[in-house]
């Protein structure tokens, strides 16, 4: 009797099962709705520095910054209510809502009806072609909650300002709530095109229990005069 328990024990549905409890525990911590705690237009690393951008990065946002006044500047989708894509989405001073089910971790974002599914089943990603979400794949390291996602579009920037992105991005999300309830999304930029090494940029969130994350729908916006994200929190 005490053999075959052991045997239980040991056997892969059974360390499966347990896994998938802590997961899903961990899940539990991440869920819910958030609102960034706060707002910039321009990315910055996590010691506050700008990114290491490289000779044709540096070219490329100057020219971009350099438009920022312009109604009509083209480096910005935004503009015509076009994707933010990733990682700018997580910028944007906009509730989301965090939901495991299953197989996957859904980010559901308040700003034109955008979302993400993160796959958890350990199956690599497989990029068909370039998408302005990606393709996201995560897994459980400890509490935190590690995504990685590749086949990230050029077309899309990483702040108001233009800060570029090439279609080589490789994106690092570690995320995690912290002692203090906040949730923490550290982000680790691998795009060997425009920066001339790894950095990272950190956001922190606060839990929003009594917010619905709605759809604030682009075209609406345009129509009442108004920009197309707002640049305030709400």
Avoid at 37 to 65: Q, V
Avoid at 101 to 128: C, K, L, N, Q, S
Avoid at 166 to 186: A, M, N, Q
Wanted: aromatic share 10%.
């Amino acid at each position: 009797m005490f053999s075959a328990a052991v045997a239980l024990l040991g056997s892969p549905e059974f360390v499966c099962a347990q896994t998938a409890t802590v997961a899903s525990a961990h899940s539990v911590a991440i869920e819910g709705t958030w609102i960034p705690e706060a707002y910039s237009e321009r990315l910055l690393t996590a010691d506050g520095t700008p990114p290491p951008l490289t000779d044709e990065g540096a070219a490329i946002y100057a020219k971009h910054a350099a438009a920022r006044g312009e109604r009509d500047r083209q480096y910005d989708r935004t503009l015509w209510c076009a994707g933010a894509g990733m990682p700018r989405m997580m910028f944007l001073p906009y509730p989301f809502e965090i939901r495991a089910d299953g197989e996957y971790v859904g980010f559901i974002y308040g700003w034109y009806r955008w979302h993400r599914m993160v796959d958890m089943t350990g199956r690599p990603a497989d990029p068909i072609l370039p998408q302005t979400m990606g393709y996201p794949v995560g897994e459980w390291d400890g509490d935190t909650l590690v995504v990685k996602t590749v086949g990230l579009s050029d077309e899309t920037v990483m702040d108001a300002m233009g800060l570029p992105q090439s279609d080589e991005l490789t994106l690092t999300e570690r995320i995690k709530t912290l002692s203090d309830g906040r949730l923490e999304v550290r982000f680790t930029i691998d795009d060997p095109r425009y920066y001339s090494r790894p950095w990272e940029a950190v956001k922190t969130y606060r839990r929003a229990s009594d917010v619905t994350v709605g759809d604030d729908v682009c075209p609406d916006r345009l129509v009442l005069g108004e920009d197309s994200i707002r640049n305030t929190l709400p």
